[in-house]
């Protein structure tokens, strides 16, 4: 299970500067590769992303992981921003 773990961008993209953390809220069978895993991101400014198990190794590199977030349900995106907005991540 990836949810939790914490991934740092490689370049800017969402608004985010390169460097930027983010935290795993969803995984996915990957679309092409059934075998492994997608992975969906937020980011510090509420923008959240998909990435294929190919688009980690190319924008993303694993930082370790935060137990504060193990717990998250995943229902939907909508419910993904309600929660930012609320303050459920934190970037301290």
Do not use: C, H, T
């Amino acid at each position: 299970m990836l949810i939790g773990a914490k991934y740092k961008l490689l370049r800017p993209m969402l608004g985010n500067p390169a460097g930027v953390i983010g935290y795993v809220f969803n995984e996915y069978r990957d679309f092409d590769r059934a075998e492994e895993f997608g992975i969906q991101i937020i980011f510090p400014n509420g923008e959240y992303d998909g990435f294929s198990a190919e688009e980690q190794w190319l924008y993303l590199s694993y930082e370790g992981f935060d137990l504060r977030y193990i717990g998250y349900i995943f229902w939907n995106v909508i419910q993904v921003s309600v929660d930012f907005r609320k303050g459920y991540w934190s970037w301290e």
